[in-house]
């Protein structure tokens, strides 16, 4: 140890440095020249702490950026960094190349038509498997076929998941012969891929919905088996009634089949707000639940929907899946 601050020459003696565990640092400090750095300034002045402005001096690493301190621990490491893109889209892994599978469905993986455009493309000769052409409906392929599409091969698509945030006037379609605006028309710059929406919401209907090319999923969500949770903010044109709130309760025979909402909450403190909970798939069925004790609904939004919402997402804006949030809904965690 130091008995003092000066040597018998009268020069100051150099502050010993001593690691976090109270070891004194044996090896000195040197500048990129190789040189070791002094603890003080060539005129013989002390190097200070700060800048001349009292702000902190910053220290920076040999890369130039600066370095920072975090106060003994550790920071988080990112071990995986990927673009956004290679997060949020996915190939098919793991493909049993011994499983066979349906034509049409290939095709419509594939990105080249839906299933139905692809039995009329079959049916028209215009598709070749291994060189021969195919003509009936229910043919099954192998991954490792050559499939051609007008002479032109046909190539898996990666997977794309997108939630939308979706605005009125929009109409949930991928295409409209009345040329209105559409949910593709939103997201049409996220990808390459010939993506479809899962589902339906009204023209008017705000609020989740998904878009992919992933079929199996979409079949899934689709399924009324699957009991897929759904969420509603709803605007009522007046206030629910008790009486008319007890019959919503216990379900309401709409196409021969007695829905019962899961929940029904009144979330703003008002009858004229409600929040609804349901499972069923019907068209327009929220609209009709409450056309059909007679009110009106002014204002509709879906919050959720299998597990999703639509929190940090604007209206009219979109934003891919996470990995975690397509894994769950592949493994059938809708709720």
Known sequence: MYNNNFNNDGERRPRPRFHRDGEQVSRPRFQRDGEQRPHFRTDGEQRPHFRTDGEQRPHFRTDGEQRRSFNGKRPQRNHGVYSERKQQTYRQQH????????????LANAGICSRREADDFIQAGVITVNGQVVDSLGTKVLPTDEIRFH??????ERKVYILLNKPKNTVTTTDDPQERHTVIDIVRSACSERIYPVGRLDRNTTGVLLLTND????AKLTHPKFHKKKIYAVTL???????????????VVLDDERIVPDALEFPKGDRKHI????HSGQNRVVRRIFEKVGYKVVNLDRVSFAGLTKKNVGRGKWRFLTPKEVAFLQMGNFD
């Open 151 to 156: 002479d032109q091969p046909v190539r898996r």
């Open 95 to 106: 493909e049993d190349p011994t499983k066979p599978v349906r034509l049409n469905k290939y």
């Open 237 to 251: 044109d007046r206030e629910l009634d008790e009486v008319d709130e007890a019959i919503v309760r216990t379900g």
């Open 215 to 218: 079929g199996d999923l979409a």
């Open 275 to 278: 929040g609804l909970e349901i």
